[in-house]
């Protein structure tokens, strides 16, 4: 079965440039998720979109940025990284009315140095 | 807000030892209820689900969880351990109106010995 992809799955970047990661969820999935798991801690929500309209926020900086494109994959910008940034990023899909289920991409791992 | 809490940050059993893992949900109503493992470095995977009817659900790699609503409570459990058990387990519960963000428990740690 298809699972959620995403692209990158390590990116590597100085402190101050730009990032873009991408996720592409199941097919016919209409939600995604966007969530950031800094090392040794639990994943936390910043974003998610249904229908490629916001739906909801959590705790993303202003520095980030998330859009759904019409073909229902997701992009999540990143600009001005800190180093603090370092972390595992995770997108999710689900479909909505479903059973709430979110599956889970294999996450891309983002280093600032 | 709805929060949830993993007592155990660490726990380590021996192999073919039974393990239970706690969870207990802050919600006025009975969320939905889940529970992920993740490898290191790895991705969340899905390890069973409660959203209504029998209290006692299984799921997959031997894994099941019984949910109790006296206790606020989806604890994790697993009669016999096997070596590739070894993983973060996280307890995760959204909100029944849907489409809306998982809440994560901190996580618990598991190990185990020979």
């Known amino acids: 079965a298809a699972g959620v992809i995403q692209s990158p799955r390590h990116l590597i970047k100085e402190k101050r440039e730009t990032a873009t990661l991408k996720c592409y969820p199941i097919?016919?999935?209409?939600?995604v998720y966007w969530y950031q798991q800094g090392p040794g801690q639990d994943p936390q929500f910043l974003i998610s979109?249904?229908?490629?309209?916001?739906?909801d926020k959590g705790s993303i900086p202003d520095r980030f940025s998330a859009q759904q494109f019409s073909d229902y994959h997701s992009e999540l910008n990143m600009s001005s990284l800190e180093l603090g940034d370092s972390a595992l990023y995770f997108c999710?899909?689900?479909?909505?009315?479903?059973?709430?289920?979110?599956?889970f991409g294999p996450g891309t791992r983002l280093t600032v140095t | 807000a709805q929060s949830v809490t993993q007592p155990d940050i660490h726990i380590t059993v021996s192999e073919g030892a039974s393990l239970e893992l706690r969870c207990n949900y802050s919600?006025?109503?009975?969320?939905?209820l889940f529970w992920y493992v993740q490898s290191p470095g790895q991705g969340l995977q899905l390890l069973l689900k409660y959203f209504s009817g029998d209290t006692l659900v299984q799921g997959i790699k031997g894994f099941e969880a019984e949910f109790k609503r006296s206790q606020s409570s989806f604890n994790l459990r697993k009669p016999s351990v096997h070596w590739s058990d070894a993983a973060e387990y996280f307890c995760?519960?959204?909100?029944?109106?849907?489409?809306?963000?998982?809440?994560f428990g901190k996580g618990t740690r598991l190990s185990v010995i020979a």
């Open positions: 999710a899909s689900s479909l909505a009315g479903g059973n709430y289920e979110q599956y």
């Open positions: 097919p016919r999935h209409d939600t």
């Open positions: 919600y006025g109503a009975t969320p939905y």
């Open positions: 979109f249904y229908e490629k309209m916001q739906s």
């Open positions: 995760a519960v959204v909100l029944l109106s849907g489409n809306t963000p998982l809440v």
